[in-house]
């Protein structure tokens, strides 16, 4: 008999094994045997990948102690990956590949790199899409490893481990522009993009760059996919990367992303309410939740680091808000009102302005003899529930000004045609 036909009786025979040692996975191996012997391919690959995705339920050892994801892929999915959804087998690869780092004897990584490697070398196949999804994966793999090693970044093996890392990044940020409204599934490549971009930054710096990846991997991932210390972990990071990031302006952004809930109840909200304090332009507030977590504040390095800067930004976002919420033909401010508003004394409000404008935070001119600037423009920013409801509210004004000058022109009209 020929090595093709002793295939689907190979795989087979896996999947009833496996069946037998574990009889909890009884169903879920039966539904595989089935699909298989049906050859529903998509299906199969469907619910391979569900499964893989589950380590804490379904990763087993097999009758000689190997890997079980590693047997299943190797017996019963590679044999057929000219069949599949190519993407989803780069995503069955994945899933089978972080599931060996929790494996004794592969927590080198060298058995899960060789899985996605192995993968790439069919990269013409795999087509744009399940290629960057595999390098991306392979990427964050390295820094996954690389961090549990818990190896000095400066070492040769780390510099070396990075610098392949952000080659790639680099390499592939023009291919993910490509794809975005060309794939069904691009949200998928983008996330697995965007996290091994964020992990890279999170692990090099700085907060700023860290912050613009992982903004974008929240948008393009599902909570549901993350556990909930990947979810809190992950709330953590992206917070203090908004309150120290250098140029991080738009706290909106953070406060509106569902992944902030995840710290409610927890000794870490008052980055919440920092951020939230900020967002509002309200210094007072800021300070006042400061204050109050001024212990907890002292166990991150970040802000106790980056203090001055954080205080910089808070007053300047106040500035950003104070014209924000002025009528678009009341955006003359006084000197002596943007100090009450920022609370800076008289003497520093130039510096703010001047510091503003640099920043273009707000563009317009300023009038130092009659002491008031005049402002043209301000950074567009997320709103958050109330401030749209500000929002709406003076739209609301807007209409009812604009239907009392209809009805004037309306009536002067009138009038002037009747002469």
Known sequence: MSRL????????????????????????????????????????????????????????TTAEGTNSYLALFDKVILPIDKKLNQLTLARIASATAFSLLDSPPYKDGVAARAILENLLEKRDRLGPAAALFAESRLGLLGLTVLGRSGEALTTETSVKALSSTKE?????????????????????????????????????????????????YVAYTSLSDLSQEERYSLATDLSLAALTGEGVFNFGEVVTAPALKCLDGTDLYFLVELLTAGA????????????ANAQAIQNQPSLVSRADAVKEKITLLALVNMVFERPSLERTLSFEDIADR??????????????????????????????????????????????????????????????????????????????
């Open 5 to 60: 036909s002793d295939i689907p009786t190979a795989a087979v025979e896996h999947l009833e094994s496996m069946s037998t040692l574990h009889p909890d996975l009884s169903d879920k191996y039966a539904s595989l045997v089935n699909l298989y012997q049906r050859k529903l391919w998509h299906q199969l690959t469907m619910s391979t990948l569900d499964f893989v995705s589950d380590p804490s339920s379904t990763l087993r």
């Open 168 to 216: 790639s990044i680099a390499k592939n940020r023009s291919v993910l522009a490509e794809l975005a409204d060309t794939e069904s599934e691009a949200a998928v490549v983008h996330s697995a993009y965007y996290e091994t971009a964020m992990t890279y930054r999170k692990a090099v710096g700085p907060p700023e760059a860290y912050y613009r990846e992982a903004i974008q």
């Open 280 to 291: 509002h332009g309200d210094v007072l507030g800021f300070q006042r939740v400061a204050d």
């Open 342 to 419: 920022v609370v800076v004394p008289l003497d520093q409000v130039e510096w703010v302005i001047m510091r503003a404008l640099s920043l273009k935070l707000i563009k317009g001119t300023m009038d130092q003899v009659e002491q008031t600037v005049d402002v043209t423009w301000v950074m567009p920013r997320v709103l958050d529930s109330k401030q749209m409801s500000e929002l709406a509210t003076r739209f609301g004004e807007w209409a009812v000004k604009v239907s009392q000058t209809k009805d004037f022109m309306h009536e002067s009209a009138g009038a002037l045609l009747n002469q």
